[in-house]
């Protein structure tokens, strides 16, 4: 059974960088696609980034250039680096999996319902 545990949440300031972990098990020799999702007070879930088992890695425009989404296959492990953190990024932010395509690939346009499995999240909080 595939579980995922995030960790790394914290409160920083403006200007701050935390650094996101999704802890996978249970994914035996199935590729998924990973990724980031976040979820702010009565707003749906959405997107931060993605990145296939063999490596390809796309992030929303909103966080380019401040946040790197990575992946270690050996042990299953997925990263969220974030930097210049603005109050805006204060979310609870989800790790997701999906196995839906062939090879571990990622949808363009990732959405929630594409991802069977969830974790139960890690909070992220900016002050300014």
């Known amino acids: 059974q595939v579980q995922l545990v995030e960790s790394g949440g914290d409160s920083v300031e403006t200007g701050g960088s935390l650094r996101l972990l999704c802890a996978a098990s249970g994914f035996g020799n199935s590729r998924f696609c990973m990724g980031w999702f976040r979820q702010y007070p009565g707003k749906e879930r959405e997107a931060v980034g993605t990145?296939?088992?063999?490596?390809?890695?796309s992030l929303v425009e909103s966080v380019k250039g401040r946040f790197t989404i990575s992946r270690d296959n050996a042990t299953n492990t997925l990263y969220l680096q974030m930097n210049d953190l603005v109050p805006e990024d204060t979310a609870m932010y989800y790790c997701a999996a999906h196995n839906r395509r062939l090879g571990g690939y990622c949808y363009t346009d990732p959405l929630p319902v594409d991802f069977r499995y969830w974790g139960r999240g890690t909070q992220v909080t900016v002050s300014s």
């Open positions: 990145v296939a088992d063999v490596g390809d890695a």
